[in-house]
């Protein structure tokens, strides 16, 4: 069984940084399609960033400049760099593994709340 | 990407159908028969109940069904049961390289 478990999340500062991480267990992590999918106290959820397999990486448009995903297939672990946080960056942040266009697998998130 | 137009809110009574749309544009649902659904409990993370707009993962009751006409997407569970009183997602997939965008959700209330 695939599990993801997040960590790294806390309370920052407006302007601060943050960097999450998610180790999956139960699967090579390899040969996956991974995300990060994000989540407001009481909101929807929000696609937020993708890294290939093969690296290829895309941004949503509002965190794009200011994030950046990175994994270590080594560590099978998946990375998160968020920079220049913002209140509206305050969510839930769940790691994802994606298959066939859906997302499959999810870590039980890791709270990031923006504040002064 | 704008959202996805999700109601916001459904309810049923035990053992009857409903039905959860899900309108886009002809650039995200209507472009593409990747549309998805995910269930979320309060406090839990989201899980895959529908994927590729009407295929069920493994483990996942086959009263929940999923099917598309032009722009929107539709979530039915028949035979309502009390678990099934939660949240609902639709997604799409957006192109432009990689990209999704989500509905805005739907709550579910089970009378």
């Known amino acids: 069984e695939v599990q993801l478990v997040e960590s790294g999340g806390g309370l920052v500062q407006p302007g601060g940084s943050l960097r999450l991480s998610c180790s999956m267990t139960?699967?090579?992590?390899?040969?996956?399609?991974m995300n990060w999918v994000r989540q407001a106290p009481g909101r929807g959820l929000e696609w937020v960033s993708y890294i290939g397999s093969g690296g290829n990486i895309y941004y949503a448009d509002s965190v794009n400049g200011r994030f950046t995903i990175s994994r270590d297939n080594d560590k099978n672990s998946l990375y998160l760099q968020m920079n220049t946080l913002r209140a509206d960056d305050t969510a839930v942040y769940y790691c994802?593994?994606?298959?066939?266009?859906?997302?499959?697998?999810w870590g039980q998130g890791t709270l990031v709340a923006v504040s002064s | 990407q704008s959202a996805l137009t999700q109601p916001a809110s459904v309810s049923g009574s035990p053992g009857q159908s409903i039905t959860i749309s899900c309108t886009g544009t002809?650039?995200?649902?209507?472009?593409?028969?990747?549309v998805s659904w995910y269930q979320q409990y309060p406090g839990k993370a989201p899980e895959l109940v529908i994927y590729?707009?009407?295929k069920r993962p493994s483990g996942i009751s086959n009263r929940f069904s999923g099917s598309k006409s032009g722009n929107t997407a539709s979530l039915t569970i028949s035979g309502l049961q009390g678990e099934d009183e939660a949240d609902y997602y639709c997604?799409?997939?957006?192109?432009?390289?990689?990209?999704?965008?989500f509905g805005g959700g739907t709550k579910l209330t089970v009378l």
């Open positions: 997604c799409s997939f957006a192109g432009g390289g990689i990209s999704w965008v």
């Open positions: 590729e707009v009407n």
């Open positions: 002809s650039s995200d649902v209507g472009n593409y028969n990747l």
């Open positions: 139960g699967l090579s992590l390899r040969g996956c399609h």
């Open positions: 994802v593994r994606d298959q066939d266009y859906a997302f499959q697998s």
